[in-house]
């Protein structure tokens, strides 16, 4: 069985501070993990993935993310927030990267001037 | 890249309606597909899973028939919501696995907003 857990439906930020979104697992074999964004009434856009390779793994507009197996974690960071970065934020799970996934419920991420 | 299209992109019902919504995969042949509901303000829920030339795997507590899949073709993969109920209003998203390249990745479509009234 597969899971996430996100902690904190929603968070906010002020621009120019760090983000943190968290990010738990739980999985019987080793995962593949990804962060997705969705804009208001838009699909989902892939930030990044993590497939067994390097843990800490570098995704699109600035975000990155570290994959700490003692922890069953998946936190995502970026160093600066913009305004620009305001959405909603799944982290999800898979037993490889062309099955199914399992999301999280999602954060909300305010930026606020 | 890979890109994986839904349509329509929004519809309106009315009760007691079915309401066929189709996934496609654009420039690449994907054997399986796979089916999420979005409520407002929730997550992205599996619903099922479409296989090319057989039956649709459903997750638990999914009815099969009221949520008809056909995976007809290597490229499309249809849901047809049966008998459309208020509580049935949503988000549809489907994802596709393009297998080329060693490593599968996992493409989203833009999703279908189903509003039944």
């Known amino acids: 069985a597969q899971s996430v857990t996100q902690l904190g439906s929603h968070v906010s930020v002020s621009e120019g501070a760090l983000v943190l979104l968290r990010c738990n697992y739980s999985?019987?074999?080793?995962?593949?993990l990804f962060w997705y964004v969705q804009y208001p009434n838009q699909g989902l856009q892939l930030l990044l993935k993590?497939?067994?390779?390097?843990?800490l793994v570098k995704g699109i507009n600035g975000f990155e993310a570290e994959f700490k197996k003692s922890e069953t974690s998946f936190h995502l960071t970026k160093p600066s927030a913009h305004m620009s970065d305001a959405a909603e934020y799944f982290c999800a799970v898979s037993s490889n990267t062309g099955n199914q996934f399992y999301f999280g419920t999602g954060t909300s991420l305010t930026v606020i001037p | 890249g890979a890109v994986v299209s839904q349509h329509p992109s929004r519809v309106i019902c009315k009760s007691g309606t079915s309401v066929k919504i189709e996934c496609r995969s654009l420039d690449f042949q994907a054997t399986t597909m796979f089916w999420y509901r979005q409520f407002p303000k929730q997550s992205l829920m599996l619903m099922a899973t479409s296989n090319e030339g057989s039956k649709a795997t459903y997750e638990q507590g999914v009815e099969k028939d009221k949520f008809l899949i056909n995976h007809a073709s290597l490229t499309l993969s249809t849901l047809t919501v049966t008998s459309a109920h208020p509580e049935d209003s949503s988000f549809y998203i489907c994802?596709?696995?393009?297998?080329?390249?060693?490593?599968?990745?996992?493409?989203f479509g833009p999703g279908t907003r189903l509003t039944v009234l």
């Open positions: 999985s019987s074999v080793p995962p593949y």
């Open positions: 993590y497939t067994s390779a390097a843990t």
């Open positions: 994802s596709a696995p393009d297998g080329g390249g060693g490593t599968d990745t996992q493409y």
